[in-house]
């Protein structure tokens, strides 16, 4: 009896302590105050604590000054990386306000600088249109900064708080007297909170040159003043998005003699403006669509109502023109991608109310915009094509021959849909593919040549990677239709394979591998054939870059082995030569790899294909406007863009893949 008592008080106190454990009241409840919120959870409010999160600071600050500028307050933004690795973000706008705000009992630039969703653009009529609401407030910034400091110049006093951490350290003081009206907020990136703390020049040179291009007549500067890396850029566009139009146009070949180009105003019954759209766009003689949107300042990648209603409107005006003067039938109607095919254009619209929607908040909304740019571009457009007969005719012939093209290409595309199994994966040249039916886990590489495609089978770990060889190099599709690129075996095999479709027809949920692999030699040949296969994802199944599926393999270049026991692999002769320094080369064999076909199984698999040794490089596209550049550059008909790039970048050509 006694025995069953202690059973039953031990019972007892485990229920007690697991109801202890699950406890959850209001105890468990943490008030977190002020900015504590981001500090925790920096990843909500900026994306992520990576280089792109480090660079969203930047976007953050700089984004108020173009408020100020949308205002018709600023006409120059000066971005300074100081030489103590901080960033600097200098306007002539209207500074914020110092006054204090009774409820708060604080001045409203403290109040600004440390309160989320505090700011003039929440109601009143501090902003009519903001690109700011877009992002998550400086107040954000100042928390993730070690050290923030503003200085405010208005009504000829220069006004200065300082913080750490998002905490005021030196509250708002009159420190001077100024000639000078604006802002300059100073902030250092927290290490505590970011990966890297170093500021990328290029990313933002080429973000502030977008920003230009959108508010023609402001002048933004970019200036690095960090020992050995000093450099300045200065941009200004006074024609606006009509010379960002040229830059994304330059090296193609022109069809119309000059771009189109409208911009129009939509006004409230108080006879405000309610609205604005801006658009501009011409026509190359290569085949790929380049059409770049944005809404308030924001580019909206995934596209929106505004970017429908080009669309639909440019499809319109040319199917009317073509029927209306006879050059098609009413039932020989063109297609929204025949009739876009060698477009590069760009939207820009500005709004009192953006409503950003999508997965990355990158896409408008506001259903009103559909109709307002699609009426816009039946007027315009349509305007032009009767002022301009002959223009009209080449444009519309143009989008015939791509009519028919993609009619050829129907077939060939058929062809290349995945059915429920792969066939013949077991011919010489085609697919060993992998016993993992979730993709998640599976990986394919893209192996040049059947030798090291026989070598990588046979090596592989069978139950997550695939092997797909291809013969020879693949066709260059930036300078082919769809109906020529369909038709090569190898982009046949690769389609097929990876599941996922191309183009219109490209979708990411049927894709059956996470990872798709360029695994190529390391020396000129094999750098050709992945700069073809990246030219290829680029144009046809460019979210597998953007979403991060795409990698390049890194193969030794050398193995040594020493006293004929010991063995290393080295990747590059700057690594080899330090190890030599630092071993000395007395019983050391050297073996240099010409290609994957040297290596045996075993040396393939614990070099390249081994995931707890193997280097992989993920492909990813920080400017897709500069990327769109390149490709075209360096992979179009022009010969001579590519002899002026190796002339002037003699280094960096080898790295030109990566």
């Given amino acids: 009896m006694n025995e069953n008592l202690t059973d039953e008080n031990q019972t007892l106190t485990e229920e007690q302590e697991l109801s202890k454990s699950n406890k959850y009241d209001a105890s468990d409840i943490q008030v977190l105050e002020g900015l504590e919120p981001v500090r925790k959870r920096p990843g909500m409010y900026i994306g992520s604590t990576d280089e792109h999160g480090l660079h969203h600071l930047v976007t953050e600050v700089v984004d108020n000054s173009i408020d100020e500028a949308l205002a018709g307050y600023c006409t120059e933004i000066n971005v300074v990386i100081n030489f103590d690795g901080s960033c600097s973000v200098i306007d002539n706008g209207r500074g914020i306000p110092t006054g204090i705000i009774p409820k708060e009992n604080k001045s409203a630039v403290e109040v600004v600088l440390t309160k989320l969703h505090a700011g003039g653009k929440f109601g009143g009529e501090g902003y009519k249109i903001s690109g700011g609401l877009h992002g998550v407030g400086v107040s954000c910034v100042n928390a993730l900064s070690k050290y923030m400091k503003a200085d405010v110049y208005q009504n000829g006093k220069h006004h200065k708080i300082e913080f750490s951490r998002g905490k005021v350290i030196t509250p708002l003081e009159v420190v001077g007297s100024t000639n000078k009206r604006g802002t300059t ?27 230009a291009f959108l508010n023609k007549g402001l002048v933004i500067t970019l200036e690095d003043k960090r020992e050995g890396q000093e450099r300045k850029d200065s941009f200004e566009f006074k024609g606006g998005i009509i010379e960002f139009v040229d830059y994304l146009n330059q090296n193609r070949e022109i069809i119309l003699p000059e771009p189109i180009y409208f911009n129009k105003f939509n006004h409230n019954e108080k006879g405000e403006v309610e609205n604005e759209i801006e658009v501009c766009f011409q026509f190359n003689e290569g085949y790929s669509e380049i059409i770049n949107a944005y809404a308030n300042n924001i580019n909206t990648e995934e596209g929106g109502t505004h970017l429908d209603g080009f669309k639909s409107g440019l499809t319109k005006v040319i199917n009317d023109y073509a029927i209306n003067n006879k050059i098609i039938k009413e039932n020989e109607k063109l297609s929204g991608e025949d009739c876009r095919e060698g477009i590069t254009a760009v939207i820009s619209v500005k709004l009192r109310n953006p409503q950003f929607e999508g997965q ?47 009619d050829a290409a129907r077939n060939a595309r058929e062809l290349t849909r995945r059915k429920s199994v792969l066939e013949n994966t077991t011919l010489p040249g085609k697919l060993a593919d992998c016993s993992e039916k979730d993709r998640r886990f599976c990986e394919i590489y893209i192996v040049e040549g059947d030798s090291a495609g026989g070598t990588a089978k046979t090596g592989r770990d069978r139950r997550f990677q695939a092997i797909l060889p291809l013969r020879g190099k693949i066709l260059n599709v930036e300078k082919a239709r769809l109906n020529k690129i369909l038709e090569n075996n190898e982009i046949k095999s690769m389609i097929t394979a990876f599941g996922c479709g191309i183009g219109d027809d ?84 050297q073996q240099r790899y010409k290609g994957l076909g040297e290596m045996d199984a075993d040396q393939l698999w614990e070099t390249t294909m081994d995931p707890e040794r193997r280097i992989l490089i993920q492909l990813t596209m920080e400017d897709a406007i500069e990327a769109e550049k390149y490709f075209n550059d360096l992979m179009g008909e022009d010969s001579e863009l590519r002899r002026q790039f190796i002339e002037a970048n003699p280094r960096n050509v080898t790295d030109l893949d990566v």
Avoid at 185 to 211: C, H, S
Avoid at 362 to 385: C, H, P, Q, W
Wanted: charged fraction near 30%; charge should be neutral.
């Fill in 360 to 406: 990355t908040k990158t896409k408008l909304g506001n259903s009103e915009m559909r109709n307002i740019v699609y009426k816009a571009m039946i007027e315009e457009f349509g305007d032009y094509l009767e002022r301009h007969p002959s223009e009209a005719k080449n444009l519309i012939m143009k989008s015939i021959t791509a009519q028919r093209a993609r």
């Fill in 185 to 211: 907020i100073t902030f250092l990136p927290d290490d505590e909170i970011f990966e890297t703390v170093e500021f990328n020049y290029d990313t933002m040179k080429n973000r502030f040159r977008e920003i």
């Fill in 506 to 589: 490209f979708n990411e949920d049927k894709l059956r591998y996470d990872k798709i692999i360029c695994m190529t030699d390391a020396d000129v040949d094999g750098s050709h054939i992945r700069i073809l296969l990246l030219t290829f994802f680029f144009r046809f199944m460019r979210p597998l870059i953007e979403h991060g599926h795409v990698y390049a393999a890194k193969p030794p270049l050398y193995k040594v082995t020493r006293n004929k026991k010991e063995f290393f692999y080295f990747y590059s002769d700057e690594e080899l030569e330090l190890w030599y320094q630092a071993n000395g080369r007395k019983g050391c064999d």
